[in-house]
């Protein structure tokens, strides 16, 4: 069996077109199912989408992903128990200064996670648990959409429609640089 060249992917192409059809499937997957059932209403949220833009120019970067997905436990807890504390102005500020700490300190690179702790200040979730839930199981599924991504990218044939459209690539960009 040949040996087909490992394609780098710079963000353009087959493989990112691919990424953003899997993403944009599940982002739908998750509004649908938080519009239809109503134990799943927190399930999709809005950084959900900023969460899928980074994680798919990630998709080697499985670490990352992990620790950016940990990241973001932490802080929507931390926005959580602050918010049952007290739902005032002081709350919201020390939720964001220890987030923001927090990124800088383990390095997580992922403005989303500082989005997402600011959820239980505008969710008003009745349990203190639901939210915390809701964002570790919409971000496993993302990952399980990363891990799925990076399976089938891992295709021969993706591997050959990339390199084989690749100098058509090269040759659009001179229009790409006169939009």
Known sequence: MRK?????????????????????????????????????????????????FLF??????????GRITMGAIIAVTLGSTMYAISQGAISFFITAIITISL??????????????????????????WALPA???VSLLGLVGSIWLIGKVEQLNWVARLSLALSPLRTKLEPLKKEL
């Open 134 to 136: 809701a964002v570790l």
């Open 4 to 52: 087909v060249p490992k394609f780098e992917n710079k963000g353009r192409g087959p493989t990112m077109f691919l990424r953003s059809l899997v993403m944009c499937c599940y982002l739908m997957g998750a509004y649908w199912a938080s519009y239809h059932f109503p134990s799943m209403k927190m399930v999709f949220y809005p950084t959900l989408g900023a969460f899928c």
């Open 103 to 128: 990124i800088q300190w383990f390095k997580w690179n992922a403005a989303p996670i500082l989005s997402v702790s600011f959820i239980p200040y505008f969710a008003h979730s009745v349990s203190f």
């Open 56 to 65: 798919m120019h990630r998709v080697d970067q499985i670490k990352d992903i």
